[in-house]
Structures are given as structure tokens and as C-alpha cells.
């Protein structure tokens, strides 16, 4: 079992940042990979971004590269999703997801945490 739990959204101007968090427990935390996902009313959840378990690999939505930063900290049990120069489109319940059998199944999801954007 892990737990996930997300914080760090809010509302925010276009051009703005925010820096999300996700704390991990139940399992070591540097045995799994991590990726972000979201979702927009109306439309499927979408991948965003992804990090290894050591941390070294990571790989991003083409929609968000060069603005979001994925990373981690296993002495801390957390990921962190920073992004930068946000756009009224990346407005989104965002969630954090743990791949802990290495499938990019994504057994485990936090709860979300709410990010809006204004124009």
C-alpha cells in the first residue's frame, strides 16, 4: 500500500508559477517510479510528466516542456511538479500517481489538488 497525499494549488495569473507537492508513505518511496497527471472538466486525465525512482530519467508532455519541472527527494518521500510560465490551458485537478510494480499501471493515486490559471 502507498498513500499519496498532494499539496500547492491554487489560483494564479497566466504567466505565473506554483509549486505542487506529493508526500509519499507506505512503502520505499525509492523503489517506484512517480509521475503528475491531470484532469480539465469535461476531458479525460492526462499524463503531464514522470520521474524514475532514482530520479536521473524524467519525461514530460509536449505541452509542458520547457515550463514544468519534475522532481524528487527519497530521503524526503516526496515529488514536486514546479511550473512555470502557466497558461490558462494547464488549469486542471492535478494528481500525483506512484508506479510501484514498474508497469505504468499506477496502482496508487493521491487525491488531487486543484490548479487554476486566469487569463
Known amino acids: 500500500q502507498v498513500q499519496l497525499v498532494e499539496s500547492g494549488g491554487g489560483l494564479v495569473q497566466a504567466g505565473g508559477s506554483l509549486r505542487l507537492s506529493c508526500v509519499a508513505s507506505?512503502?520505499?518511496?525509492?523503489?517506484?517510479?512517480m509521475g503528475w497527471f491531470r484532469q480539465s472538466p469535461g476531458k479525460e486525465r492526462e499524463f503531464v510528466s514522470l520521474?524514475?525512482?532514482?530520479?536521473?530519467?524524467?519525461y514530460y508532455v509536449d505541452a509542458v516542456k520547457g515550463r514544468f519541472t519534475i522532481s524528487r527527494d527519497n530521503a524526503k518521500n516526496t515529488v514536486w511538479l514546479q511550473m512555470n510560465s502557466l497558461k490558462p490551458e494547464d488549469t486542471a485537478i492535478y494528481y500525483c500517481?506512484?508506479?510501484?510494480?514498474?508497469?505504468?499501471?499506477?496502482?496508487?493515486w493521491g487525491q488531487g489538488t486543484q490548479v487554476t490559471v486566469s487569463s
Open positions: 507506505g512503502r520505499t518511496f525509492s523503489s517506484y517510479a
Open positions: 520521474i524514475s525512482k532514482s530520479g536521473r530519467s524524467t
Open positions: 500517481a506512484a508506479d510501484v510494480e514498474g508497469s505504468e499501471e499506477y496502482e496508487y
